[in-house]
């Protein structure tokens, strides 16, 4: 049992790191929808991811199989598993970019006056990602431990700090804009990293976390700097 312990943490630890990414691509979506309806999807989208995991696990033998290959492309190895992460990496390239267009441009300009999302639409979006971070996270639970009970228990705990934390970092991105053009394009570099990785060409996480991590504290740093400049200036005014 204590044996166990570290590999449990060890294991959360990953889960809540990989759920950091649908944190941030439902808190996005959510923000398109009525401000009484957002709490009700991000809860719902995060409620899915756990059930997705834990039905995965249901099938671990099957998850597994997805790992073997279907076909060869220019010497490169095709799995089920990696055609997955390439339509997951494709669709959060293509959602991303549409999100810093719309937020860039249409907005700045005014031709964005209003939020638009059907509930259904954006769920179904979320769905599909919850899909992709589900087989990606399941597959490296394996690699890490053997026991079916470490898995489910690592999920059921990372699910509930992630719906802890959902509410918080989405008001934080709801309140700072540049903040929000910063996890879209964190959330192109997750696309970036899927597609590699479905090609078997991998970059460590930890280089892609560490990045983003750095620019989010340059990001506050600068937050802080210039909102003291700007008082001043307008106090002289």
């Known amino acids: 049992m204590i ?5 449990l943490l060890s294991l959360i630890a990953l889960e809540v790191i990989l759920g950091i990414d649908n944190i941030i691509f439902i808190s996005i979506l959510a923000d398109k929808l009525p401000e009484n309806q957002r709490d009700k999807l991000r809860y719902i989208g995060i409620g899915l991811a756990m059930v997705l995991r834990l039905a995965l696990l249901a099938f671990i033998s099957w998850i597994l199989k997805l790992d073997s290959t279907l076909f060869n492309i220019f010497d490169i190895d095709i799995s089920g ?22 937020k860039a441009e249409l907005e700045e300009n005014g031709e964005l006056a ?5 509930f259904m639409r954006l769920l179904t979006e979320i769905i599909i990602l919850d899909l992709v971070f589900s087989i990606d996270s399941i597959i490296t639970a394996v690699g890490m431990v053997k026991e079916l009970w470490v898995m489910y228990t690592s999920v059921i705990v990372a699910v509930i700090i992630m719906l802890i934390a959902s509410k918080p970092i989405a008001h934080f991105i709801q309140k700072h804009p540049s903040f929000k053009i910063l996890a879209l394009c964190f959330l192109m570099m997750i696309g970036v990293s899927l597609i590699a990785e479905g090609l078997h060409f991998e970059i460590p996480k930890g280089y892609i976390y560490f990045s983003m991590a750095f620019a989010f504290i340059v990001d506050i740093i600068q937050m ?14």
């Open 3 to 7: 044996d166990a312990i570290i590999p």
């Open 81 to 102: 598993k990696g055609l997955i992460l390439l339509g997951g990496g494709i669709f959060l390239i293509y959602k991303s970019t549409k999100e810093i267009y719309h």
């Open 114 to 118: 209003t939020k638009t999302g059907s």
């Open 224 to 237: 802080k700097t210039v909102k003291p400049t700007i008082k001043s200036k307008t106090k002289e005014v």
